[in-house]
C-alpha cells in the first residue's frame, strides 16, 4: 500500500502562482510514476502531468508551458509549480502513484480555486 498526502492548494488571483506538494509512504518499492490529476465540477478527472521513475516527464497541452512537475526522491515527494493560473485551473488536484504491476494510488485532493 502507498499513501499520499498533498498540500499547497488554496485560492489564488488569475494570474498567479502556487505550488502543491505530495508526499509519499508506505510501499514505494517498484514505483513507475507520479502525476497529477484534476477534477473539476461535473468534468472527468484528467492527467495534467506525470514523471517517470528515468525522470521524464509528460504534460496536458492546457498546461503545457504553465505548469511544472518536480520530484524529491530522497523526500518521496512530488510538487507541481503552477503560474500563470486561470480561472478554468480550478479544481481539486490529485495526487498519483502507479508502480510495475499496475497499481494506482491516490490521495485525497487538494483544491485549488482561481478568481478572475
Known amino acids: 500500500q502507498v499513501q499520499l498526502v498533498e498540500s499547497g492548494g488554496g485560492l489564488v488571483q488569475a494570474g498567479g502562482s502556487l505550488r502543491l506538494s505530495c508526499v509519499a509512504s508506505g510501499s514505494l518499492f517498484g514505483i513507475d510514476s507520479m502525476g497529477w490529476y484534476r477534477q473539476a465540477p461535473g468534468k472527468r478527472r484528467e492527467l495534467i502531468a506525470d514523471i517517470t521513475s528515468g525522470g521524464r516527464t509528460n504534460y496536458a497541452d492546457s498546461v503545457k508551458g504553465r505548469f511544472t512537475i518536480s520530484e524529491d526522491i530522497g523526500k518521496n515527494m512530488v510538487y507541481l509549480q503552477m503560474s500563470s493560473l486561470k480561472p478554468e485551473d480550478t479544481a481539486v488536484y490529485y495526487c498519483?502513484?502507479?508502480?510495475?504491476?499496475?497499481?494506482?494510488?491516490w490521495g485525497q485532493g487538494t483544491q485549488v480555486t482561481v478568481s478572475s
Open positions: 498519483n502513484v502507479i508502480n510495475r504491476w499496475g497499481s494506482n494510488y
